[in-house]
């Protein structure tokens, strides 16, 4: 964990002027601590109230996930902020009840529904206690906790291979494979659009996985051609840290400890 003084250093330019500053965080892993079961997820109370402060006071504050974007106003629990849904193809904005969604990517809806089906019908994913996540664009296939991790780990690679034979990409996340539509899709193009007409300078995007990368370089690409001053990108650290995300962050946390003492030096 870097020293209180660290942080401040970093944080500083966010905290100098926040009407004028954007704080983006992750949820997974970052401000819900990781568990076996994806629908288990929740954002301790701990965390939730300094991120409330923090709505309250920053010029633009939003949830930027890998989560359906409704999802993941359920998990955090919070009405007011701005979802980044499904990485990065859905908007929920505060106070909306229902999400601008990328229609590119919501053309493929159907067909990964239909893959999905398919391999609902395999017995190797039940015997290998494979739990598909329905994302209506995407399906998560998740093995965490999975009696034997390295033989339902084997069944996704394969599952892999058939999707990608079928037409479809693929995405490796913390223990989930993810079968998307074949568009460019990614975290780094909703925050682009989050921050279309958004009069900030700076912008703090805090990530733990690799899917956080885009992220961090749409913010730096924002600060090379002018839309920001300043990008302060943190990873937070975990024993299933992806070794490209600790460097390409400015910073890392220790696990979503670490983030709620980063949201507490924002409030402050
Ligand atoms: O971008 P994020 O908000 O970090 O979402 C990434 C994925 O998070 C969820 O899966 C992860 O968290 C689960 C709950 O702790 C855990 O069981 C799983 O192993 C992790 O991969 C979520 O289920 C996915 O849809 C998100 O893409």
């Known amino acids: ?95 909306q009840t229902h999400p601008e969604v990328d229609p590119e990517v919501a053309a493929w809806g159907r067909r990964v529904r239909d893959f999905a089906a398919g391999e609902e019908h395999r017995d190797d994913l039940h015997r290998l206690r494979i739990r598909p996540e329905d994302k209506e664009v995407i399906v998560g296939y998740h093995w965490r906790g999975a009696p034997d991790e390295a033989a339902a780990k084997e069944g996704v690679r394969a599952l892999a291979q058939r999707a990608e034979a079928a037409g479809f990409a693929t995405h490796w996340g913390r223990k989930v494979l993810e079968v998307r539509p074949p568009v460019d899709l990614h975290k780094g193009k909703g925050i682009d659009r989050l921050l279309l007409g958004v009069e900030v300078d700076v912008a703090l995007y805090v990530g733990d996985d690799r899917t956080d990368i885009d992220a961090f370089a749409a913010l730096r690409t924002a600060v090379a051609d002018g839309r920001l001053r300043e990008a302060v990108c943190l990873g937070v650290r975990s024993d299933e840290t992806p070794p490209e995300l600790e460097e390409a962050a400015d910073l890392l946390v220790d696990g979503p400890l670490g983030v709620r003492a980063v949201l507490e030096r924002l409030a402050a």
């Open 1 to 95: 964990m870097p020293s209180t003084a660290t942080l401040d250093e970093a944080l500083a330019p966010l905290r100098a002027d926040p009407r004028r500053a954007a704080v983006l965080l992750d949820i997974d892993g970052t401000l819900a601590p990781i568990v076996r079961h994806a629908d288990d997820a929740h954002v301790p109370e701990p965390t939730r109230l300094p991120l409330i402060a923090i709505a309250k006071r920053y010029g633009l504050v939003a949830c930027v996930s890998g989560r359906r974007a409704a999802t993941a106003r359920r998990i955090v629990s919070l009405g007011s902020i701005t979802y980044v849904g499904n990485h990065g193809t859905e908007i929920l904005r505060g106070g």
